[in-house]
């Protein structure tokens, strides 16, 4: 089995590049997730995405598969580690779903990514922490990131929470 890393925090703080740096000791073969799919973004959005991609090593880039750890699972060949970057953003394409189907295929993922033979890092946001948003989309967008992130940590052999570029291990 391999070993499950969760980074948390908030936005810019150093997450996405403390997970590379922790993927690098893995090799060449890490396969790194990004969970968001750039072609309906804006021009800002695009721009992100362009600068998270220039950051990573000449990784294989899976972006946004429905069944991450079914589509690891068929590599070839197999990963030496895996970056999911970010969870958050996971969440965010399947919001069209209800909660429990949501809660339900991340737990599914979370068993087939605990049970895989490679280290994995799960990055997610810490977003729960501002005040409660007005729509309700995005108070059940808080409220089910918030979940997803106690289901990883539960899951993580480690988690750690990073705050303006320092890493505090939670556990």
Aim: aromatic share 6%.
């Amino acid at each position: 089995m391999g070993k499950v890393i969760f980074l948390t925090g908030p936005v810019r703080s150093g997450k996405s590049r403390r997970a590379i740096n922790l993927a690098r000791a893995w090799g060449d073969g890490v396969v790194f997730v990004a969970t968001y799919r750039a072609g309906a973004a804006d021009a800002e959005m695009r721009a992100r995405v362009a600068r998270h991609r220039a950051e990573r090593p000449a990784w294989r880039t899976l972006e946004a598969p429905r069944d991450v750890a079914a589509t690891l699972a068929t590599l070839l060949p197999p990963p030496t580690g895996v970056v999911l970057d970010c969870l958050t953003l996971w969440l965010g394409d399947r919001l069209d779903g209800s909660d429990d189907a949501i809660l339900a295929a991340w737990a599914g993922q979370l068993v087939q990514l605990r049970a895989a033979p490679w280290p994995v890092v799960i990055v997610g946001n810490e977003i729960g922490w501002s005040p409660v948003p007005e729509h309700p989309v995005l108070r059940r967008f808080r409220d089910l990131a918030g979940s997803l992130a106690q289901a990883t940590a539960a899951t993580a052999d480690e988690a750690w929470l990073l705050v303006a570029g320092c890493p505090v291990r939670l556990k």
